[in-house]
Every structure is written in C-alpha cells, then in structure tokens.
C-alpha cells in the first residue's frame, strides 16, 4: 500500500466533527508510532507545521521539541514572531537555530530552482541532526508535509520536506497531515484550539524567500525581496475579503529606470495574489488600482535596488503559484 496516496474513499474534511475523528485517528497512530521516544519538529510557524505541533503536543506532550530554523530566507519579523508565540505563549519546548549565514553561503551562486530547493531540504536536515546529537532519544522527524507537497514532487517540484531529503537521513518521518489538502488542515487547526492568526495565516513555502529571490540568490535582492513582501503584505492585507495567498516575487533580472535625472538600472518587483481552496488549482485575484498604486510608490521609495513593479495575473495552470 502506497502511504503517500490518499484513498479514494477518504472523506473531505469540512466539519469539526470530522476534523475531531481525524484528530483522535493520528494521536493513536503516533503514539503507536513514536512510543516513549522524542520527536523533533520542523517548525517554521505556518499553517501546516503548526497544526502539527499541536497534534504532537496533544500526543505526545514533553516528547516533542520544536526546532525553528532562521535560514535568512523567512519573512520580515517572523522569527521574532515564532518565538513569541511559540515559546513565550505556547509554552513549547523551542529551540533557535541561527543559521542565515550557513544557508546563504550554501546557496551562494546556485541559479538552478530544483538544486536550491535540494540544499534548502538537505541542510535543513542536517541542521536536526546536529540538534539531535545534543539530545537524547531524538528518532523521529515531524514535518508539515501535505498533499499538494506530495502531488506536485512528481514530475512539477521538488518539496523540501518530500524530494529534497538526503538519502541518508537517521530520522523516522512523522508526517500526520500529509494526506490533507490545505482547507483541510485549516479546519483540524480549528478543531484543535489554535487562534486564527495562525489557522488563517496565507501559506509560505519551505524554501522560503529563496523561490521568491529566483536565480542565484544574492544577500541584497534577498533583502529587497524581504521588504517588498512585508509592503505588499501591510496593503493587500487591509481588503476585506483579503486573498488566500499574496506575496512579491523579484527575478535576477534588471532592467533601466530614472532615479534623480540620471539612469537607475533596478530589479522589477512582481505581485503575486491568488486565490484557491486546495492549492492544486488556483486564480488570480483582481486588487483594485487604487492599492496597486499605493504599493507601486511604497516599493520604489523605500525598497532599495526595485525601479518598477509589474502585477503577475496568472492562473494555476498553467503557472504554479510560487515563481520557482
């Protein structure tokens, strides 16, 4: 039986009750797995990884220690935020890794998207071996994997948490909604007591900024890319309904623009604002001009190296949702 297909005759998961029966099915199926050992988390504070955490938590209680990972491609403030709400809310137990300059120099030059996602998924795991020798009983991987990771590794792109593992890994993955689609660990993050701040927070990839920063990453663009998405984040997130998903993408790529009378050679940051109910198809959402405007003038004034801002209308297929 393949593990990693989801039955036909699973049902939808659309109701609390349902989402409560899923809940009660996987604390009995990791503790079957896991026994009395512990269980590293990957978390990175999304939707997915979050779910997981209180899956865990609710399982397996002081077994699981959660690992957050500042690989300097996460958004603006958001490993301050992890710990606030993990650690001094949550009260879990949360290790900090700082390793932005480990990552960076890992990637420094690499243009190709599949070899980033490789090395963002392998390092990854080398970094909770590392943790894992500083404890004791450490056997088990928990990662956040979900459906469309699963759908989209065969033949579209590799996830960092499915095709981007080494083939040596010590660990023993513990992958409880890997069989859901989005909407569906939404409704189980409900069930299970997480505020919606975090159940509702639009999705981010793995990879993190590193599919947004496309082409070689480069320490400057990464940063502009950084500061453009919080811009686009600030303003989109102030329409009600807002977007299942919005962010800005910044190619290797620049192109000529005017700065104080003279040429200013520039990057083009590019908009990005779909919605979808399972991420396997999506459509782009229509932002009225008028807040384009307002993030067209916020972008070119206060991100340095961006000289124009282009608006990506583009539906899921043919284009996925992430640039790479």
């Known amino acids: 039986m393949d593990t ?26 990791i503790r079957a797995q896991v026994g009395d050992k512990k269980v590293l ?5 999304g939707v997915d990884s979050s779910v997981v955490a209180a899956l865990l938590i609710r399982a397996i209680g002081q077994q699981l220690v959660c690992v957050h990972v500042n690989h300097g491609l996460l958004r603006k403030g958001e490993p301050e935020q992890v710990i606030e709400v993990f650690r001094n809310q949550m009260n879990a137990n949360l290790i900090y890794v700082d390793a932005v300059d480990r990552f960076l120099d890992k990637l420094a ?10 090395i963002i ?31 989209e590794s065969d033949g579209v792109k590799a996830h960092h948490n499915v095709g981007g593992l080494p083939e040596d890994m010590q660990f023993e993955l513990v992958e409880p909604v890997k069989l859901l689609y989005k909407d569906e660990v939404r409704v189980v993050g409900k069930e ?15 990879p993190g900024l590193g599919v947004r920063c496309t082409g070689a990453i480069t320490r400057d663009r990464l940063e502009a890319v950084r500061e453009a998405d919080a811009i686009v984040r600030e303003e989109i997130g102030k329409l009600n309904p807002t977007p299942w998903q919005y962010f800005v993408a910044i190619p290797d790529l620049k192109s000529t623009g005017v700065k104080d009378g003279k ?58 949702i992430e640039w790479e």
């Open 263 to 320: 040429r200013y050679m520039g990057w083009a940051a590019i908009i990005r604002a779909i919605d979808t109910v399972d991420a396997v198809t999506a459509k782009s959402v229509e932002i009225p001009f008028s807040v384009l405007s307002t993030i067209r003038d916020r972008i070119i004034a206060e991100v340095p190296g961006v000289n124009r801002v282009l608006w990506d209308i583009s539906d899921k297929p043919t284009s996925t």
């Open 109 to 118: 030059g690499v243009e190709e998207p599949e070899k980033k996602r490789k």
């Open 192 to 206: 299970l007591g997480l505020p919606d701040g975090m159940v509702y927070r639009q999705p981010f990839p793995g």
């Open 4 to 29: 990693n297909k989801r039955p036909e005759t699973m049902e939808r998961i659309t109701t609390p009750a349902l989402a409560g029966a899923f809940i009660e099915e996987q604390i009995a199926a």
């Open 121 to 151: 998924g392998a390092e990854f795991i080398r970094v909770f071996e590392e943790e894992a020798r500083k404890l004791e009983g450490i056997e088990f991987l928990a990662q956040g994997t979900i459906y469309p990771d699963i759908l």
């Open 41 to 45: 988390l990957a978390l990175s504070g």
